[in-house]
């Protein structure tokens, strides 16, 4: 080729670049995709996870471009949608459900070049971490400002599956309210799902016919709450403030807090920084929150209530430091002893004060 020729060529080439808009130079927007257990709704599990994503969205502008999928159920579905994500380009894979810690690590597997998260799990692997919060510091609050409160002595709790983060909940609850009131004794119903409001309202009347006048829940829907304004009987609503289900009797709620963790995980990923380290934060992190108390509680308990969290706060306080007896009076941990992650994440058993039974395996 001449050099005249090449010349020509080479000033086409560059008046065709100038004629382009600055938006074809832009990078592409790293694509994120999102598995949640149940539909978004104005509250819940999900609601929270997607107020999150939505503030990572904000934060992050057009770096970013994430998708969802609800309702997907704990099983082949959920492998399918996870699989979908990763072979369609996301660069990210949030999967927002303990019964989806498998199919994550299979999918992992086959797209190393994905990072995948997955929340309230404890396995990981080189392109997939884990992450929760530590509801049970909620909990524990929860629970003694129910201990305080109470006229009949019985808490009700409606439970989704006996896994250990729900009976990190069970027994935090159980252990605030004993903390303040040795009598109380707390009744546990499973409902076997995670979002099923007939059955959650049905396990809710069932402990309120059972004398319970506290409820709280942990299921992804408003039932318990909605259940419990309905038969003027106190609650704490969990995952969001479910007041205006329960305007008069919604004492409070452990409500949870994703948007920073994600807006610092998408940031880490897309920077190089990431890595698979898991993550498990509580009130000092932000990651859990009280919502504002019912004017119904009283003001001395509201003081107790924040005193606790703060105490939490400064790491001066667990609400699993020993003694922890369980049910049949077995020392699970010995006096002034602090129950570390590793073992809280295998909780299998309920505690002292707690008076119905774990299921047992078929």
Same mark, same amino acid.
């Given at each position: 080729?001449?050099?005249?020729?090449? =010349?020509?060529?080479?000033?086409?080439?560059?008046?065709?670049?100038?004629?382009?808009?600055?938006?074809?130079?832009?990078?592409?927007?790293?694509?994120?995709?999102?598995?949640?257990?149940?539909?978004?709704?104005?509250? *819940?599990?999900? =609601?929270?996870?997607?107020?999150? /994503?939505?503030?990572?969205?904000?934060?992050?502008?057009?770096?970013?471009?994430?998708?969802?999928?609800? !309702?997907?159920?704990?099983?082949?579905?959920?492998?399918?949608?996870?699989?979908?994500?990763?072979? !369609?380009?996301?660069?990210?894979?949030?999967?927002?459900?303990?019964?989806?810690?498998?199919?994550?690590?299979? &999918?992992?597997?086959?797209?190393?070049?994905?990072?995948?998260?997955?929340?309230? *799990?404890?396995? %990981?692997?080189?392109?997939?971490? @884990?992450?929760?919060?530590?509801?049970?510091?909620?909990?524990?609050?929860?629970?003694?400002?129910?201990?305080?409160?109470?006229?009949? $002595?019985?808490?009700?709790?409606?439970?989704?599956?006996?896994?250990?983060?729900?009976?990190?909940?069970?027994?935090?609850? #159980?252990?605030?309210?004993?903390?303040?009131?040795? $009598?109380?004794?707390? /009744?546990?119903?499973?409902? @076997?799902?995670?979002?099923?409001?007939?059955?959650?309202?049905?396990?809710?009347?069932?402990?309120?016919?059972?004398?319970?006048?506290?409820?709280?829940?942990?299921? +992804?829907?408003?039932? #318990?709450?909605?259940?419990?304004?309905?038969?003027? &009987?106190?609650?704490?609503?969990?995952?969001?403030?479910? !007041?205006?289900?329960?305007?008069? #009797?919604?004492?409070?709620?452990?409500?949870?807090?994703?948007?920073? =963790?994600?807006?610092? #995980?998408?940031?880490?990923?897309?920077?190089?920084?990431?890595?698979?380290?898991?993550?498990?934060?509580? =009130?000092?992190?932000?990651?859990?929150?009280?919502?504002?108390?019912?004017?119904?509680?009283?003001?001395?308990?509201?003081?107790?209530?924040?005193?606790?969290?703060?105490?939490?706060?400064?790491?001066?306080?667990?609400?699993?430091?020993?003694?922890?007896? +369980?049910?049949?009076?077995?020392?699970?941990?010995?006096? %002034?002893?602090?129950? +570390?992650?590793?073992?809280?994440?295998?909780?299998?058993?309920?505690?002292?004060? &707690?008076?119905?039974?774990?299921?047992?395996?078929?």
């Amino acid at each position: 080729m001449s050099h005249r020729r090449q =010349f020509i060529l080479s000033s086409a080439a560059l008046a065709l670049v100038a004629s382009l808009p600055l938006s074809a130079f832009a990078q592409e927007p790293a694509k994120l995709g999102f598995v949640y257990v149940s539909p978004i709704g104005d509250a *819940g599990w999900t =609601f929270q996870h997607d107020q999150g /994503r939505k503030e990572m969205e904000a934060a992050l502008g057009d770096r970013v471009q994430s998708r969802y999928v609800e !309702s997907v159920a704990e099983g082949a579905d959920a492998e399918r949608v996870i699989r979908e994500f990763a072979a !369609s380009g996301s660069k990210i894979v949030f999967a927002t459900s303990f019964g989806y810690m498998n199919y994550v690590e299979r &999918v992992a597997r086959q797209f190393p070049q994905v990072t995948f998260l997955h929340a309230t *799990g404890y396995k %990981s692997g080189k392109n997939f971490g @884990n992450y929760n919060a530590r509801f049970y510091e909620g909990r524990y609050i929860n629970g003694a400002i129910a201990g305080k409160m109470t006229k009949s $002595n019985v808490l009700g709790y409606v439970g989704a599956f006996p896994i250990p983060e729900v009976l990190q909940g069970i027994n935090a609850f #159980t252990r605030g309210a004993r903390s303040v009131n040795p $009598n109380v004794e707390v /009744r546990v119903i499973w409902v @076997n799902s995670w979002y099923d409001p007939g059955k959650e309202r049905d396990a809710a009347m069932t402990l309120i016919s059972q004398g319970a006048d506290m409820l709280t829940h942990h299921t +992804d829907s408003t039932a #318990t709450v909605q259940a419990a304004e309905e038969k003027s &009987v106190y609650s704490f609503a969990y995952h969001s403030d479910m !007041s205006k289900y329960g305007p008069k #009797t919604q004492l409070t709620a452990t409500t949870h807090h994703w948007g920073a =963790f994600y807006i610092k #995980t998408v940031n880490a990923v897309l920077d190089g920084s990431w890595k698979p380290e898991p993550v498990w934060g509580g =009130f000092k992190e932000d990651m859990i929150r009280l919502a504002p108390f019912n004017p119904a509680v009283p003001a001395d308990v509201q003081a107790m209530a924040k005193g606790l969290e703060k105490r939490m706060k400064a790491g001066t306080f667990h609400p699993f430091t020993g003694p922890v007896l +369980d049910q049949s009076g077995k020392e699970r941990l010995a006096a %002034s002893a602090v129950m +570390d992650d590793a073992t809280l994440g295998k909780m299998d058993y309920f505690v002292q004060g &707690v008076s119905s039974r774990l299921p047992t395996a078929r």
